[in-house]
């Protein structure tokens, strides 16, 4: 993928979905074009921390409860179709919620790195592997 493809996913996530979403660690910022990171330690994300950990983990551990009683008890209660949406949903949810911690442990580093690569103009190397 392309540079200017990655950057002009940025431009529409910001546009659209950033801008009636709670702040975020890491958030792009349109007119600098740069990625802008937030400490973790912060009041504003709050309602991140409530949506990526409290909710996500919660869905994730009802999907898990509900796959788990499929197994064990055998019942046949849930046809195999919405056990396989449901494992998809769980590894899906699995995903997002490791996005999340990797956000929270790492998101600075990777606010540093890509901003320093866009403004060397080197970031084309990286994205085009």
């Known amino acids: 993928m392309s540079t200017s493809r990655i950057l002009k996913a940025f431009e529409i996530y ?3 979905f950033q801008k009636f979403m709670p702040p975020s660690p890491i958030m792009w910022d349109p007119e600098n074009k740069k990625l802008c990171y937030t ?10 921390y ?32 919405n056990l396989m949406i449901l494992i998809s949903l769980d590894a899906a949810g699995g995903v997002m919620y490791l996005m999340g ?12 790195v890509w901003n320093e690569l866009a403004r060397r103009g080197k970031l084309r190397f990286l994205c085009e592997y």
């Open 14 to 16: 910001s546009k659209t």
């Open 39 to 48: 400490e973790s330690p912060n009041k504003k994300l709050i309602p991140w």
């Open 50 to 81: 409530i949506n990526q950990f409290l909710i996500m983990g919660i869905l994730m551990g009802s999907c898990n409860i509900l796959i788990l009683r499929q197994f064990f008890y055998r019942d046949g209660v849930i046809p195999l179709l």
């Open 101 to 112: 911690i990797t956000y929270v442990l790492y998101g600075k580093e990777f606010h540093y």
